[in-house]
């Protein structure tokens, strides 16, 4: 893999290598029963979303429903290219269809001779290369039948990010040179590819990881094996001293991606570390807590749980809580008639309760929307605003009563040169100023925020009017968050 940029790098653009388009509808052909497959990572990577030309991974078939113990293809390693696209390694790590029935696919990167059963071991002690820690599972394509149609495996993380973002005020000269140890902590672990699950040992091997800073010292991260870090310690070495503090967690869960601010300043002839509250950078969020560290004296120590010293200026009374975020699931593929699914005919949320509809379609009468969720080899299911043509996906089905900071986040990109204000948000009936900002990369999503929403609406539509969308626009990942 590539390190692009450690953790959370805007997601690359991934295309089907035979397609002028990424909505045009060719399909892959058939040679000679030999399966073709694309692949995709949900969220992001060590190294960024993208794959690199020449990763390596390892890819399992067995008849539908079957034992992974009694697959048909074992451990097939396959090269991916910068596009997602896979190739077997060598003419006799292809796989083809079986002769009767259809086959589940078991995908997982990165790639390793050393496969035990079902068992992959894992050891993060040395994080020197991050990326290829970042152990990925792929176990979405079920029930596959034989078809011209590629294989699209989606892979998601199994083990825990953890990132310290270190910040510093005008008191503080510098804070390169800094380094960060993880004391007490969990390296070892197996990953078993029939279940999906990374198993920790009752009595665990345990040590030191280093985390990596950058060079200016104000990020450390790591890959690590999601676990139990009760007693686990973040040494924090600057200058010649050294403190040891709490992680500020009881366990570390799979998949989840753990960022804390870090504040140094220096106060009274004593350097002062805190770690503020966690949060998540497109995994899944984290709730932490506060510590602050004295950095001076004789060699530092652990102090007690205290404030943030530096708290948000405009709290919200409550706990943050998730209204809804929809996803638009795993996988979606084309209906009998050749076309992507309409967002008004099928449910398509990953979050129960909710509703999504065209308002356009049922004021005209028409028997189709314009808006349809359809999924690339590089991008996972989303809702695709045709250019040139109204459509607006609504969805309903929450309340947001008795909130307040409520907070709208969702990714977008174009086909073609475009602005992300070219689909309006309309809240509660209301349109809501979405900043202007081009986007950056056609078919790279880039994130937008949107704050100061009012409390009790129950709606909120992404609007495409023929007029402004000229591109050809994709919204995913809508996430709603308010203080409760």
Known sequence: MT??????????????????????????????????????????????TAWADGDAVGIYMKQAGTDLSAATAVNKKYITDALGNLSAAAADQAISYPAAGNADFIAYYPYTEAVN?????????DQSNPAALDLLYSNNAANVSASGNAVNLGFTHKLSALTFTVNSDATVST????????????????????????????????????MNVNAAGTQATAIVVPASVSGVKAIFTLNGKSVEVNVPAAALESGKSYEYPVNITISGGETFVSFGQASISDWTTVPGSTIDVDFGGEGGGVVDPTPDPTPDPTPGTGTEQVIFEETF????????????????????????????????????????????????????????????????????????????????????????????????????????????????????????????????????????????????????????????
């Open 3 to 48: 390190l692009k940029s450690l953790f959370f790098a805007g997601a690359a653009t991934l295309a089907l290598a035979s397609c002028s388009s990424l909505d045009d509808n060719s399909t892959w052909d058939v040679n000679g029963g030999e399966v073709k497959f694309t692949s995709y990572i949900k969220a992001h990577r060590a190294s960024g």
């Open 175 to 210: 804070t390169t040179g800094l380094a960060v140890t993880l004391s007490g902590i969990v390296t070892e672990a197996t990953f078993d590819l029939a279940t999906g699950n990374v198993n920790v040992p009752a009595t665990p091997t345990t040590g030191n990881i280093q």
């Open 329 to 484: 699931g795993e996988s979606v593929s084309k209906g009998s008639d050749g076309y992507w699914p309409s967002i008004t005919y099928d449910t398509w949320t990953s979050t129960s309760g909710l509703t999504i509809t065209d308002p356009i379609v049922e004021a005209n009468g028409w028997k189709y929307s314009n808006a349809s969720v359809r999924q690339t080899s590089a991008l996972d299911p989303h809702v695709w605003f045709a250019a040139n043509k109204d459509s607006e996906m609504k969805i309903s089905g929450f309340d947001t009563t008795g909130y307040t900071n409520l907070k709208l986040t969702y990714s977008i990109t174009a086909n073609n040169s475009g602005d992300q204000s070219d689909i309006k948000v309309v809240w509660g009936g209301v349109e809501v100023a979405v900043p202007a900002m081009a986007i950056a990369t056609t078919n790279t999503y880039q994130e937008v925020k949107l704050t100061g929403l009012t409390a009790g609406a129950t709606t909120l539509s992404f609007v495409s009017n023929a007029s402004d969308n000229t591109a050809g626009f994709r919204v995913d990942n809508i996430k709603l968050v308010g203080t409760k």
């Open 117 to 125: 059963g079902t068992q992959i071991a894992i050891n993060v002690a």
